[in-house]
């Protein structure tokens, strides 16, 4: 099946995340029916000086298919090379990060710097689909900054380069997180271009994802923050897609379970127990007493007292049906 047939059966995709879409994670998410998966950014300089923590980030399970690894970096022949390496490791696609806002990244000219120069963006596009044979996908901002908005100049230089997809979060760099995602804007370049396009940015509620998706005719909505705190939003998103009058029940401890099986496969206990207080917390917003479970969390020793707090919290939230979610902000920050 082709990588853009899975959007057209399921067009709910999880956004990557750095430090949260590792491969225990994908495999957890995809699970949980998103409809592919993408790697945190993996860097291409680091692929080619072979540092072995990025080799490392390249691992994934037949149970993630189809997966894709997203690469960041400024040099169209290394991130060739860097595709390439990818390739031989099997996955079903690559993903190229042109949405980074972060000073690191871009003060070298990759992640969301590459929107200032769309001549080199061009020579990257076409320097890695010449260089593979898989699918390569992109991710970007709305623009640099609000004067320069270029999402649709940035679709076009990719359709004509081979690109399969073009990803739009609905910020520019300059706005990093702050301020709301512009979706019409996203919906005004879908029409201009021939790429298909995913959006992407603040989508919390499968009536969001759903009603966009169609308000702006778009391929698929890439969902990030939203997925953290309520990692049931696929299911609840394709079922509403498919028109399914089905509750999905959400048992938020069990999926903390489920995570601590799949850290503890691959992740010291230190960075299990980290990743389980996080998610444990995410969770939790906007329900009842957020707070105070979050201060027992934090003062929780091991993932054993971790998990025992979250029985004791989430059971008492299910008693209650899990009221709706306050407006409450989080993470806001990232590589994308
Ligand atoms: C903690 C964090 C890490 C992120 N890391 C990446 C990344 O590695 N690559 C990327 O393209 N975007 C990254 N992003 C951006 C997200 O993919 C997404 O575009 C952004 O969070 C907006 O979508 P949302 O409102 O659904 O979260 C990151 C975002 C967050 C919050």
């Not at 080619?48 to 298919?65: A, K, L, S």
């Not at 069990?254 to 207080?277: G, K, V």
């Amino acid at each position: 099946m082709k990588l853009t047939d899975h959007l057209k059966l399921n067009p709910f995709v999880i956004a990557p995340m750095a430090g949260i879409t590792d491969h225990s994670f994908r495999t957890f998410i995809r699970n949980l029916d998103s409809s592919v998966v993408v790697s945190e950014l993996i860097s291409a300089n680091g692929l080619e000086y072979h540092n072995e923590r990025t080799f490392e980030m390249m691992g994934y399970d037949e149970v993630q298919r189809p997966v894709g690894l997203q690469l960041f970096g400024d040099d169209p022949e290394i991130l060739a090379r860097s595709a390439q390496i990818v390739e031989s490791k099997g996955v079903d696609f690559i993903d190229l990060n042109f949405g980074c806002p972060v000073p690191k990244v871009t003060k070298k000219g990759a992640g969301s710097a590459m929107l200032k120069d769309l001549v080199m963006l061009q020579k990257v596009l076409s320097a890695v689909v010449k260089a593979v044979k898989i699918p390569v996908t992109i991710k970007v901002r709305t623009g640099w900054n609000h004067e320069t908005l270029n999402a649709d100049e940035v679709g076009h230089i990719a359709y004509n380069e081979g690109i399969t997809w073009m990803a739009i979060h609905g910020r520019t760099r300059s706005q990093n997180y702050e301020g709301k995602a512009n979706w019409d804007y996203i919906g005004e370049v879908k029409a201009k271009v021939k790429i298909p396009v995913l959006g992407n940015g603040d989508v919390l509620t499968a009536d969001e994802a759903v009603s966009w998706l169609k308000k702006y005719g778009l391929d698929g909505i890439l969902i990030g923050r939203g997925a953290l705190r309520n990692p049931y939003i696929f299911k609840e998103s394709l079922a509403l897609y498919q028109g399914r009058d089905e509750k999905i029940e959400k048992d938020f401890y069990n999926l903390l379970i489920t995570l601590n099986e799949l850290y503890a496969l691959r992740c010291s206990d230190r960075l299990r127990e980290i990743q389980l207080r996080k998610f444990a917390a995410w969770f939790s917003t906007g329900y009842p007493d957020s707070a105070q479970f979050r201060k027992k969390l934090f003062q929780s020793p091991n993932a054993d007292s971790i998990l025992e707090e979250s029985r004791i919290y989430f059971s008492n939230l299910s008693a209650i049906k899990f009221k709706s979610h306050e407006e409450e902000k989080f993470l806001m920050g990232g590589h994308g």
